[in-house]
């Protein structure tokens, strides 16, 4: 006989059919619906699993690490309950586990799920996960996440009062905090560790300078990517701990990828990564530390690494046709790079990693100022577009605010000729793939929402395939 539950969860599919009947991804509305109408639902559903589960939260990478992560769980043998459409506020789980609940039990064996910053404590104190993966934390969203140090107070609270194993990144000082005062053996910290990535110090825009244990200024041995580092405090002793999970000798080519070994309790590897940049080496650290905690061979690890792909928007290559200037139908095609850009330390990388980039580069900016953006676009300043400017051959600013991404660029010194506004995405499209040599690729440089406009277009002219996919 059907139980009470059971007729919610329909009601919620119920819900997500008649979603996705109208257009929607039903991402999320399912799960909301469900938690409505039972409020345990996470936790009741996610006790299903037979080996628990582990969540993974950053302010940059969290899509691209559990994409890293479950490649590794895959190479594994272990089935995922996983919400890879990067739904990852409570509604976005729950209908995660909705999905994959059936009857009595789960399609799946461990859940994996990344989680919003500011939803962290709730949903893994509904989960009670095994392990509980932290990559980063920089400033982002001002107008919704507040200071820093509020969100490594709500995440040093969650630890504080769960026996999960934390995987924390020793280099970001805010979150080596976290596993200070517990057992060593309850954490797995993993970092970097390479002279050659050093830069000449900290940036204006960079966060986490003092130490929370007693105010006084950190000072920087290294500086790999923001406040992430070598680092320790005259005043009280607190330093970087020294990682179980550590990468050494890294190399990038370009946009293309990057390499590094890996080291890990078990043993050293060399890892190809099909993605580019210094913040997917420390993404794949992430995972990687995940996976030791775990307790996964590290050949598993490795092929798990490599295995993955360019998630929409993170790094992503596509080829779209162009039509024939002169009208006769005949038509080439244009690469398009897609970075995603939402705040100083991610554009700061992905800036510096197109610098590696010979030659000149025809840009596609889109900057929108939605609730998920965060309304607040004066991060932009604080992103150093200067590395760039003298290597811009044109720039298309679109989306909401476009008039403040081309202020910006201007007085980075991007040369005013070069820069175009067209606010309606489908025509900056169009304008940005004519502008330029079309043997060059384009690098397209949206905000989040922006990422997901984009990927509605080229869904919609068949440049990509399905809505999530």
């Known amino acids: 006989m059907p139980s009470l539950l059971d007729a919610k969860l329909a009601l919620a599919r119920g819900a997500g059919a008649l979603a996705r009947w109208r257009g929607s991804g039903a991402t999320s509305l399912p799960g909301r619906v469900l938690i409505a109408l039972e409020p345990r639902a996470i936790g009741t559903l996610g006790a299903r699993l037979p080996r628990g589960s582990a969540v993974i939260s950053a302010t940059n990478g969290k899509t691209t690490t559990a994409a890293m992560a479950a490649g590794i769980f895959g190479r594994a043998g272990i089935p995922l309950v996983h919400n890879q459409a990067g739904a990852n506020m409570a509604g976005g789980v729950a209908t995660t586990l909705l999905d994959a609940a059936r009857g009595e039990q789960i399609e799946g064996e461990l859940g994996l799920f990344e989680v919003d910053e500011l939803w962290l404590a709730s949903v893994a104190a509904a989960l009670s996960p095994r392990a509980i993966a932290l990559g980063n934390l920089f400033r982002d969203q001002l107008d919704r996440f ?49 002279d050659a990535l050093a830069l000449p110090g900290l940036g204006h825009a960079a966060d986490a300078k003092h130490c929370r244990r007693c105010g006084s200024p950190y000072v920087f041995d290294a500086v790999y990517l923001g406040h992430l580092g070598h680092y320790h405090c005259p005043s ?196 940005a793939l004519a502008a330029g040599d079309a043997g060059r690729p384009l690098y397209a440089l949206p905000t989040y929402t922006a990422m997901l406009a984009l990927r509605e277009l080229l869904r919609a002219r068949g440049a990509v395939a399905g809505r999530w996919t």
């Open 146 to 194: 507040g200071e820093l140090d509020a969100i490594a107070d709500s995440w040093a609270q969650l630890l504080a009062n769960t026996p999960a194993r934390a995987i924390l990144n020793a280099d970001d000082p805010l979150l080596a905090d976290l596993g200070r005062e517990r057992d060593r053996e309850a954490v797995v910290y993993f970092g970097v560790d390479d």
């Open 236 to 431: 009280c002793g607190a330093s970087r701990p020294a990682p179980q999970v550590l990468a050494t000798e890294v190399a990038f080519d370009g946009v293309r990828s990057a390499s590094f070994t890996l080291t890990t309790p078990a043993g050293r590897a060399r890892v190809q990564l099909a993605l580019p940049g210094l913040y997917n080496v420390y993404n794949a650290l992430t995972a990687a530390a995940l996976g030791c905690a775990l307790e996964l061979p590290l050949e598993t690890i490795v092929a798990g690494l490599q295995d993955t792909r360019p998630a929409f928007g993170r790094a992503e290559t596509l080829r779209l046709a162009l039509p024939s200037a002169n009208g006769d139908g005949a038509s080439n095609e244009r690469e398009l790079r897609i970075l995603l850009v939402k705040n100083p330390a991610g554009a700061n990388e992905v800036l510096r990693t197109l610098t590696l980039e010979p030659g000149r580069h025809d840009l596609f900016g889109v900057l929108n100022d939605q609730i998920a953006d965060g309304r607040d676009v004066s991060w932009i300043w604080d992103a150093d577009f200067e590395l760039l400017a003298d290597r811009v051959e044109h720039a298309t600013c679109s989306g909401s605010r476009a008039a403040d991404l081309a202020a910006r660029l201007k007085y980075a010194g991007v040369e005013p000729e070069r820069i175009r506004i067209e606010p309606d995405l489908s025509r900056a499209l169009d304008a």
